[in-house]
């Protein structure tokens, strides 16, 4: 069965109406990301970075995932499909994606600030200043911020260095180390990027498909058939 990974970002989850920053109208329009998106904003004012993540959890109860989604968990019924995912949103695993790896963490999640090992799902409720986890430790956000090391990066490089296929989808390729991952693909595969805006990215045995998440996934999902026959 041919791999397939998937390097996936904020342009898939727009399509289903998650707010982004980089977008017309989106977040950066309302936070400075470094306030609410980096361990210095934790440290200078957790409140409000909880209160951020706890609309962001509001907002993501409300949404489903789209066609991109859906095409990309049917195509395990043909395909090794392994999702590496910049988002933090669980429309991947919502769609029926049974290989998710989040690299900036889960928005459903919450870790404890003295144990990183102490992580809890607490779907779409609140957390907030004061509460602990069972050491005493304040609860926050299982979020990888601005200005911390990004844990599962080894893995992905793992997953990613025998891909038969590599669709990177709705990604700007501008946030690193996530954006250096494309570079670890062997010479032999073949990668399709799919984004409406124009994506500087240098690989090997690239096609560019400049439309939405949707309608990219439903050109190659016809062609990635196609060629599984």
């Known amino acids: 069965m041919k791999k397939i990974v998937v390097l996936s970002g904020a342009g898939i989850s727009a399509e289903s109406g998650i707010k982004t920053f980089r977008d017309t109208g989106g977040l950066w329009e309302e936070y400075d990301v470094m306030q609410v998106a980096s361990i210095d904003g934790w440290n200078a004012n957790p409140e409000l970075v909880l209160k951020f993540y706890n609309e962001r959890r509001q907002q993501l109860a409300e949404v489903k995932p789209n066609d991109a989604h859906t095409i990309l968990a049917d195509l395990e019924q043909h395909f090794d499909i392994h999702v590496i995912t910049q988002n933090v949103d669980n429309l991947h695993e919502?769609?029926?994606?049974?290989?998710?790896?989040?690299?900036?963490?889960?928005?459903?999640?919450?870790?404890?600030?003295?144990?990183?090992?102490?992580?809890?799902?607490?779907?779409?409720?609140?957390?907030?200043?004061?509460d602990k986890c069972e050491q005493g430790f304040q609860l926050r956000p299982h979020i990888v911020w601005f200005g911390e090391p990004v844990p599962e990066m080894s893995q992905a490089i793992e997953i990613i260095a025998d891909a038969d296929f590599l669709i990177v989808i709705g990604t700007s390729l501008n946030v690193y180390p996530a954006a250096s991952l494309i570079g670890y693909a062997p010479k032999q595969c073949k990668t399709y990027l799919i984004d409406p805006n124009d994506v500087s990215a240098h690989a090997h045995n690239i096609t560019v498909i400049k439309e939405p998440a949707s309608k990219g996934m439903k050109i190659i999902q016809s062609y990635l058939l196609k060629q599984n026959e």
Do not use: F
């Not at 049974?98 to 779409?124: F, M, P, Q």
């Open 94 to 130: 919502q769609a029926g994606s049974s290989n998710v790896l989040h690299l900036h963490g889960e928005l459903t999640k919450v870790r404890s600030c003295g144990n990183d090992e102490d992580i809890r799902d607490i779907g779409y409720s609140s957390i907030s200043w004061g």
